[in-house]
C-alpha cells in the first residue's frame, strides 16, 4: 500500500505513472459494481458513469497538443484574464501548499510562481509548493513541456511537481494542501461530490478551496446570445484549427450541463465548506466559488 502510494504520488517514470493512471481508472474490478450502471451525462449525452470517465479521458487525450491555442482563439484571450482574477482572489502568500486539481497543461499553476515572484514572495524562508494534478497524463506531459520551455522547471524557490491521479480518490494523505484550486476541470469530472469531498478531505483546517468554472448567465437574452456564439462556433473552430468536431461540442454541451451559480455554491457546502461564496465574471459566463476548511 505505502509502496503503491509513493508511486502514485510523485511521477519519477512516465510509464510507471501511465500504468497506474490508467489501471487506477478504467479497472472495473476495483469499482463498486452498483457505481458501473449510475447514469450520468457525457455533454448531452446520457451515459453509464464508466462511460463518461473513459470518454473524458478521450476527449482531452485528443484536445492535448492544441488545448493552449484553442482556449486562446475559443475565448478570444478573455480565458487569461479569468484565470489571472482567480490568482488574485487566491492570493497566496510564501508557505502556501497548492493541489492545483485538473491542472491539465498547467495555466493556473505557472500563474501561481509568477504571483510569487513578481510579489517576491518565492524567496521567502517559508517553503512554497504547488502540486500539478490531472487524470490525464498526455495534458499533463503538454504542461511539463511547458514548464521546461518557460522555465517554470528551474523555479528554485517552489517546489513543484506533476500527479496523474482522478480527483474523485485521490492518493494523497488527510490535511495536507492549505489551498486547492481547480479551474474549467470541475465539470469534467463524473462524481462532482465525490471530488469536493476529496478536496475538504486533502485540506488543511483553514484551507481554502477555489474553483474557476463556466457558469449560467443570469439574462435570457445574453444568455441566448452567448448560446448562439458556443453552439455555432465553438465545433466550427474546433474542426477548422484542431481537425476535431466532437470534443468541441462536448465542452458547450458540457457548460450547459454544469449547475448554475446558486446549486454549485450549494453542493460546496454539502461537502463540508464554510463561508461559501461566488463572484461571476463576465457577467456570469462564469464564475469562481470560494470555501473554506474551518
Ligand atoms: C478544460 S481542462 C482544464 C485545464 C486547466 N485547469 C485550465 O484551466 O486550463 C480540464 C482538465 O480536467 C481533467 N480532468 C477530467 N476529469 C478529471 C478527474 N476526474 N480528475 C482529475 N482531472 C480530471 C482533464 O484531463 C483536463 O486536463
Excluded at 125 to 147: E, F, W, Y
Excluded at 240 to 255: C, D, F, N, R, T
Amino acid at each position: 500500500m505505502a509502496l503503491r502510494r509513493s508511486v502514485l504520488t510523485l511521477i519519477g517514470s512516465k510509464k510507471a505513472s501511465l500504468r497506474v493512471c490508467g489501471a487506477k481508472h478504467f479497472s472495473t474490478q476495483t469499482e463498486p459494481k452498483e457505481d458501473d450502471k449510475r447514469k450520468t451525462h457525457f455533454g448531452f449525452e446520457t451515459v453509464n458513469e464508466d462511460e463518461k470517465t473513459k470518454k473524458v479521458h478521450q476527449v482531452f487525450e485528443t484536445v492535448a497538443d492544441k488545448y493552449d491555442l484553442m482556449n486562446d482563439v475559443m475565448s478570444l484571450g478573455v480565458h487569461r484574464v479569468w484565470k489571472d482574477i482567480f490568482m488574485m482572489r487566491l492570493a497566496p502568500t510564501p508557505g502556501t501548499k497548492l493541489l492545483d486539481m485538473a491542472g491539465g497543461t498547467g495555466d493556473i499553476s505557472f500563474r501561481y510562481l509568477n504571483y510569487l515572484k513578481n510579489k517576491d514572495l518565492s524567496a521567502s524562508d517559508k517553503p512554497s509548493s504547488v502540486t500539478v494534478c490531472d487524470i490525464n497524463q498526455h495534458m499533463l506531459d503538454v504542461g511539463k513541456a511547458r514548464a521546461e520551455r518557460q522555465g517554470y522547471s528551474k523555479e528554485p524557490s517552489v517546489h513543484m511537481e506533476w500527479l496523474c491521479a482522478d480527483a474523485e480518490r485521490l492518493p494523497l494523505a488527510d490535511d495536507t494542501y492549505s489551498a486547492y484550486t481547480v479551474s474549467f476541470g470541475i465539470r469534467n469530472c463524473t462524481r462532482v461530490d465525490k471530488v469536493l469531498e476529496e478536496a475538504y478531505r486533502v485540506l488543511q483546517p483553514g484551507g481554502r478551496f477555489l474553483c474557476l468554472e463556466f457558469s449560467q448567465l443570469p439574462n435570457s437574452t445574453m444568455q441566448w446570445m452567448y448560446d448562439q456564439y458556443s453552439f455555432q462556433m465553438i465545433p466550427v473552430m474546433g474542426q477548422l484549427i484542431a481537425g476535431q468536431w466532437k470534443p468541441y461540442k462536448y465542452l458547450v454541451e458540457s457548460i450547459r450541463q454544469f449547475p448554475d451559480q446558486e446549486k454549485f455554491k450549494s453542493m460546496i457546502e454539502e461537502a463540508g465548506f464554510r463561508q461559501v461564496t461566488y463572484e461571476n465574471l463576465t457577467f456570469g459566463i462564469c464564475a469562481i466559488h470560494s470555501g473554506f476548511k474551518l
